[in-house]
């Protein structure tokens, strides 16, 4: 599970706990060498001192459209460990890295398909999205960029040294999506044990989702998006390491009730939060003691809190 980190420097190799997973947002500049920022780590305890970790949403979104390979790009220029992403399933069965369960918003779907309305992903093949612009809608500096496959997501995360929280998008729409993301993370390598333990966590909205992916790898950490009610916590605890509500609905006596729970690798609850983009909400969020914050401008959070 996440776990809170202490302030490093950029070159700072702290121990990795069994379960506890490391990360940090180092001080760095939006210039700074994925290699130099990569490899900052450092552990803590959840709700203990310390900063929170730094997850950039859906890869570094305020500066790069949105779970495309540049976003994961610009999060790694930035120095932030880990990048959040969103994973569907096309037509023809492959998995894809967006956001929404129509492809209208972040490509120009309407102008290559224009008679496919209501152009939902898993009406088109990947071949057929692999055709689509993803990147103009943010502006012309991006003209071109594509809706990653879920392996080329992974390869870019890997080579970046970076760490991934996976959303499993709207589950209900892809039954058994599950056993196909866990079979994908296996053959990239992504299910071994550094992997599970330091660098990968799979969470949704979908609570019957985190389930089946506990039961089919209860090694992977998993988070469940929401704020369940405190008398509930206890049936979530039993098959989610994470409770990661929306920022909007955080208090400090939430953050507390889920600390005071374990979860099922027997380490106490996480907080990871979304989402926060401006440094006050930051600092509020840091007060009420989460472990996390994930937000489109990984820097503005990192120099707020770290």
Do not use: C
């Not at 997973?21 to 500049?29: D, E, K, N, V, Y």
């Not at 129509?102 to 898993?122: C, H, I, M, N, Y």
């Not at 992916?213 to 390491?241: C, I, N, W």
């Amino acid at each position: 599970m996440y776990a809170r980190t202490s302030v490093t420097t950029a070159a700072a190799l702290l121990a990795v706990t069994a379960v506890a997973l490391p990360g940090t947002a180092t001080a760095a500049s939006p210039s700074a060498s994925v290699t130099a920022t990569a490899s900052g780590s450092a552990t803590g305890t959840p709700g203990g001192t310390g900063s929170p970790l730094v997850i950039a949403h859906r890869g570094a979104s305020a500066y790069a459209p949105e779970n495309t390979l540049a976003a994961v790009d610009a999060a790694a220029d930035l120095g932030i460990d880990w990048v959040e992403n969103d994973v569907q399933r096309t037509k023809d069965g492959q998995l894809v890295v967006i956001h929404d369960d129509s492809l209208g918003r972040t490509t120009d779907v309407e102008q290559v398909f224009p008679d496919r309305a209501p152009w939902k992903v898993k009406d088109f093949t990947a071949a057929e999205i692999a055709r689509l612009d993803a990147g103009s809608w943010f502006g012309e500096r991006w003209a071109g960029a594509r809706v990653p496959t879920l392996k080329q997501y992974l390869h870019t995360v890997e080579a970046n040294r970076q760490k991934l929280l996976l959303e499993i998008k709207a589950p209900e729409l892809y039954p058994g999506i599950e056993k196909e993301i866990l079979r994908v993370l296996r053959q990239e390598g992504w299910l071994d044990r550094a992997h599970v333990r330091q660098k990968l966590v799979l969470q949704s909205f979908g609570a019957d989702s985190i389930r089946t992916v506990h039961e089919q790898r209860p090694d992977v950490t998993t988070g469940f998006l929401g704020t369940p009610a405190v008398a509930d916590l206890p049936s979530y605890a039993e098959f989610t390491d994470q409770i990661n509500p929306a920022y909007t609905s955080l208090t400090g006596d939430y953050v507390a009730a889920v600390h005071a729970l374990k979860g099922p690798h027997n380490k106490p609850l996480t907080v990871s939060t979304w989402t926060v983009n401006e440094a006050a909400d930051a600092v509020r969020a840091d007060d009420l003691g989460v472990d996390g914050i994930i937000t489109n401008n990984p820097d503005v959070v990192r120099d707020a809190v770290g």
